[in-house]
């Protein structure tokens, strides 16, 4: 008997979600009032949980290890939000951004989630324009749409190169308000380290100040995650240097089951690396591939600049191997697509792993156009230019910028140089239809969880699932967990399950102080990134996953006996932070090693070598394989695999072609 119950209702998919809402347990106002929720992480995910769940009347804690909500990486999105609202007339539907959603995760999502998902798409726009959110609207004055890989139609509203950021302000605005009314509780610079169980359930959380460094003990009625991805596993990543998988492993370790870990997403428009220096990569938004082609010169090792290249001599790759997508191909084929062609020896720049994502032709497209509505009908190359630059400047002007001031050369006057660089997570602790984890009272949104992207998430769907879970889900769902919790009075945190915790975390800290080894944390941290990235990065083998795992189990050995630490446990120790996060970030990559290993297949973001087409396509197995690998976490480095299997009730699963 599987220890999941993935609490899907009964009834046909379209009707799932409107009949749970209907019949779903409810609590009071006057009930509200007295019932506590905490919610780890201010991001989209968290901001707009903790704010909505206020103005229903909970009593809200928020937690953030910034200085501010709007510090969350959730800002950096650039590209834009998926929601199926058909304003271009092009044949989107609730049902097609479904069924592109379980398409573009190579069928391995869970129906019921993605369905609900695209059903809520629509609401998010108008609570984002009713916010004021500064979607880009079209001459006529309404919303406008762009598209993203994975669709063949356009659905992507967006804010120019700063979506993320003009949602997150929105949702920052709804939760300070409720800051203001003293509805929320607003803790800044707080990481949580551990949830608090009694009984069975999530009752709280340990908190440590990161100013003081003092531990804090918190009580809640119920606990939400909502803090993330956990890319920086790989050190170099597109995240934040903050974001760390700390929340989610500890409430891993508390019971709550890790679903695919080994399911990471490789973003293939980023700045290639350029030096051992580099402490973070740089994301070049998808976007920029509804007006950038992206190629490679058809001989190798070619030293010419690309100006000097002529148009018989490039090769188009995406457009020539998937015309019916292009350019516009899901993440995870456009990056192998590339890392094929570099390895192959057709890659660009100083160190050969690069591609050209090249803007001439549309800029000169969109001149003509330009032109043609000021009445010159016939203009020359250079009026094009100028008039087709402008629009791209309006589009992308900020990503343009961005480029520049980072590798000094202008993409409006060469091609950007691009690269495939690790960039979300589709794996995160495992949740049922209510977005409950193993735990009882413990929720988990946004990317932190694992529910809706399968293998492989598509463009613009991260900011859609983070707002669709905080706004409109979770909401309902946790009202019949709380429902049954109106008579459990606020528990004092002098319980024993609650010192207990704080000692268990205060012995951590300790210990990493301690230590006083001879090795800065980063010198780990590193080379965790190496191994990750060479042996379970964009393509794995059982070869490599297994001599992954050795070289993790002993460098976290090395980690726990020559990891310096310097500084003191009870003050502001940005050190002592990043330790914790790298221990845990040790431990997670020898399970998402473990994941790959025991899948043996290819699917989406997890590329098998051993299990691909004579095209080089991914390799699924349905047979064995289309299930949620959730790992139970059973102490001392060891864990227990669960299976929920999934069902394809209303889409039929078939190898996925963009061709």
């Known amino acids: ?31 509200k009032r007295s019932l506590e929720v905490i919610v780890v992480g201010s991001g989209l995910a968290g901001a707009s949980a903790a704010a909505t769940l206020a103005e229903m009347g909970y009593k809200v804690k928020c937690f953030c290890f910034q200085d501010s909500p709007r510090r969350a990486h959730s800002i950096a999105a650039q590209g834009g939000i998926n929601a199926a609202k058909n304003y271009q007339n092009d044949g989107d539907s609730t049902y097609r951004l479904f069924y592109d959603t379980i398409k573009g995760g190579d069928y391995r999502a869970r129906e019921a989630n ?3 998902l695209a059903e809520v798409s629509a609401n998010i726009i108008d609570q984002c324009v009713a916010q004021g959110v500064p979607l880009a609207r079209e001459y006529g004055g309404l919303l406008d749409n762009r598209s993203f890989g994975g669709t063949q139609v356009q659905r992507t509203f967006y804010a120019a190169g700063q979506t993320g950021q003009q949602l997150l302000l929105g949702a920052y605005s709804a939760l300070e308000r409720q800051i203001g009314m003293g509805k929320v509780e607003m803790f800044t610079r707080h990481e949580m380290l551990e949830v608090v169980k009694i009984d069975g359930k999530a009752r709280g959380i340990i908190a440590r100040n990161l100013i003081t460094g003092e531990l804090e ?66 994301l070049m938004s998808e976007s920029l591939r509804n007006d950038g082609r992206i190629w490679v010169p058809k001989k190798k090792d070619d030293t010419r600049k690309a100006s000097e290249i002529p148009e018989d001599e490039r090769d188009y790759y995406l457009e020539r191997r998937y015309p019916a997508f292009g350019n516009l191909v899901p993440r995870d084929v456009a990056s192998r697509a590339a890392k094929e062609r570099c390895d192959a020896g057709y890659g660009v720049g100083a160190s050969k792993l690069a591609v050209y994502l090249d803007f001439k032709a549309n800029t000169e497209r969109y001149g003509r156009i330009e032109a043609a509505k000021a009445g010159n009908h016939h203009p020359d190359q250079e009026t094009c230019m100028r008039l087709g630059t402008e629009v791209i400047k309006e589009k992308y002007g900020n990503l343009f910028d961005m480029y520049k001031q980072i590798t000094g050369e202008d993409p409006y006057e060469t091609p950007m140089r691009i690269y495939p660089a690790v960039h979300y997570t589709m794996g995160g602790l495992w949740v049922d239809y209510n977005l409950m984890t193993t735990v009882p009272g413990l929720y988990c949104t946004g990317e932190a969880n694992f529910s809706d992207h399968g ?19 979770l909401p309902y769902t946790i009202g019949a967990y ?69 070289e993790i189990q002993q460098l976290k050995k090395d980690f726990w006996a020559d990891v310096r630490v310097p500084g003191e446990v009870n003050e502001y120790n940005p050190e002592l932070e990043k330790a914790g996060r790298v221990a845990d970030f040790i431990e997670l990559g020898e399970l998402m090693c473990i ?5 043996n297949e290819s699917c989406g973001g997890h590329f098998r070598e051993e299990y691909q ?12 394989y289309a299930y949620v690998a959730a790992w139970e976490n059973k102490g001392n480095g060891t864990f227990e695999l669960h299976k929920e299997e999934l069902k394809f009730e209303n889409i039929k699963i078939a190898q996925r072609s963009y061709k």
């Open 482 to 550: 709380l429902s049954k919790e109106i008579s459990v009075k606020a528990i004092p945190t002098d319980h024993p399950a609650f010192v207990e915790a704080e000692q268990s975390v205060k012995e951590t800290l300790d210990k990493l102080i301690n230590i006083k080894g001879t090795k800065s944390v980063d010198h780990f941290h590193k080379k965790l990134g190496l191994i990750m990235w060479e042996k379970c990065g964009m393509a794995r083998n059982a070869e490599g996953l297994k001599s992954a795992i050795a």
């Open 114 to 116: 993605v369905h609900r």
């Open 1 to 31: 008997m599987s220890a999941l119950n993935s609490n899907i209702p009964e009834g046909e998919l379209t009707g799932k979600w409107t009949k749970f809402k209907s019949s779903v347990a409810l609590v009071n106002p006057s009930n």
């Open 217 to 282: 003990r918190h009580f809640g009625h119920a606990v939400v995650l909502g803090t993330g991805g956990y890319g920086n596993v790989f050190f170099l990543s597109t995240n934040a240097m903050g974001s760390n998988v700390t929340a989610a492993w500890k409430a891993n370790k508390q019971g709550a089951f890790f679903a695919n870990p080994c399911y990471t997403q490789i973003h293939p428009t980023c700045i290639p690396v350029s030096g051992d220096h580099q402490s973070k990569l740089t």
């Open 595 to 599: 994941d790959a290993l025991n899948r």
């Open 455 to 473: 293998a492989n998430r598509l463009g613009a769907s991260a900011l859609m699932q983070g707002l669709a879970d905080g706004y409109f889900v």
């Open 613 to 624: 087409t004579e095209e080089g396509e991914a390799l699924r197995d349905d047979a064995n």
